[in-house]
């Protein structure tokens, strides 16, 4: 079967001020996500499958698939606070008044029962390049495929000059993945790039370092033992205020407990996103720099 594409498109986009998934970006409307769905088609993927919440569903079918049409085959799957919680957790997060849904990997279970072949996860507000998609989608359609990949950017070039971001930090021992942590509020000051911990302790950077840009590949059954890896936090973080449950750590959980190997499949790829509103203008310059280029079409869907 060819590889399915999973687009994680449920969250608000707080820093951003909006619904960053569904912005349009490029001449004839389109949004990021539209350029990705279009190279994964370039790439061998047979069917997308897009992760929203149920209350956007409206806007989400107006902005973008009544554009797409049958271009691509798709599916929808639904991310909300109280999918897929145990009972206790699930009435405690009532009773405090959460609604944020618990994160990356919580969504792409969400989705589980939509997918039945090797797939791809990635952000709907990011920018990954042809290439990327390219190595991904040939590495996801070999046959009996057990491991995972992972397409990792340089930290250097996907920061923001709005604000701090979180990327997941990687520990690479060619050609696998050996770990990769999540870090939140990282920049760049006086050329030096860093992290700030919660307990405001500086850690220091370099501008080379590989991080995820939630660009991962799976095999199918990876998603059992990702189910179980959230069953965990959901016992042992679910009652914090803003837990959130990250793709990124479900596979350092994967490959510390020997259930998964990850890849690393380098692309000479671009990154680029919609962090804060402010990098709306610069994507946008960089979709219509791309199109002039000749490497998408004036218009994407027909």
């Known amino acids: 079967m060819k590889p399915i594409l999973v687009i994680l498109a449920a969250g608000m986009g707080s820093r951003y001020g909006g619904l960053k998934q569904i912005d349009r970006i490029g001449n004839n409307g389109e949004v990021l996500l539209d350029y990705s769905v279009y190279d994964a088609l370039q790439s061998g993927f047979g069917k997308v499958v897009f992760i929203i919440r149920r209350d956007i569903e409206g806007d989400f079918k107006e902005i973008v698939l009544s554009r797409m049409g049958s271009s691509m085959p798709y599916e929808l799957a639904y991310q909300e606070l109280d999918s897929l919680l145990p009972p206790d957790l699930k009435e405690y997060a009532a009773k405090t008044g959460r609604t944020k849904p618990w994160g990356t990997a919580h969504a792409l279970l969400c989705a589980a029962p939509l997918i039945d072949a090797p797939f791809a996860v990635i952000n709907a507000d ?99 033992p990702i189910g179980d890896f959230f069953a965990e936090f959901c016992e042992s973080s679910g009652r914090e205020p803003k837990s959130e449950c990250y793709i990124p750590l479900a596979a350092d959980w994967l490959i510390k407990k020997g259930y998964l190997k990850v890849k690393i499949l380098k692309a000479e790829s671009e990154w680029f996103g919609v962090t804060h509103r402010e990098d709306r203008e610069e994507a946008q310059r960089r979709m219509a720099e791309l199109t002039a280029a000749g490497v998408y079409p004036a218009r994407l869907w027909n």
């Open 126 to 224: 990011d920018f990954y390049g042809r290439e990327a998609f390219g190595v991904m989608g040939a590495c996801l359609s070999a046959p009996d495929l057990k491991e995972g990949a992972i397409v990792p950017y340089k930290l250097e070039k996907t920061l923001s000059p709005k604000g701090t971001v979180t990327r997941g930090v990687c520990v690479v021992k060619d050609p696998y993945l050996v770990s990769v942590d999540e870090l939140k509020s990282i920049e760049k000051r006086e050329g030096v790039i860093f992290n700030t911990g919660a307990d405001g302790t500086r850690r220091e950077l370099a501008a080379d370092t590989p991080v995820s840009m939630n660009f991962w590949g799976f095999p199918p059954a990876s998603l059992a």
